[in-house]
């Protein structure tokens, strides 16, 4: 999938600062994304997640939240018995970038990490890696 193709993926950007979401946003849109779910916790991620009118395609999200981390949301997506999750492409987005927290980020399954801050020139070639390549987990 090209870049081009970034209007057809329905994103969910899960962040617990509003000013970040923004900032996911406004990236993403400036890379032609047009579907884009915000939710302020990994909690009503899931939420937005499980809900059948909402196809996500692509989720972002924060490594470091109140209640379940991106950590812990991205294992509960990958070990969601009601859904095929397995292939989907999961981006953290972290302020904290040591190869500690990047490698427990990987072991949960995200198929890539962005570190804070970063441009929206790196999160659009991020997500073009995943589309293209995406994680097999096993």
Known sequence: MAFSDFGKLHFLVIDDSGFTR???RNA???N???SIEEAPDAVEGLKILKNADNEIDFIL???EMPVLDGVDFTQMVRNSPAEDYSQMPIIMVSGLAEDEQIMEAREA???SFVAKPYASQELKIQIQFAIRDPRTLS
């Open 109 to 111: 399954g995200v198929t």
């Open 28 to 30: 993403l849109t400036a």
């Open 61 to 63: 999200v924060d490594q």
């Open 32 to 34: 032609g994304a047009i």
């Open 22 to 24: 923004k900032m996911m």
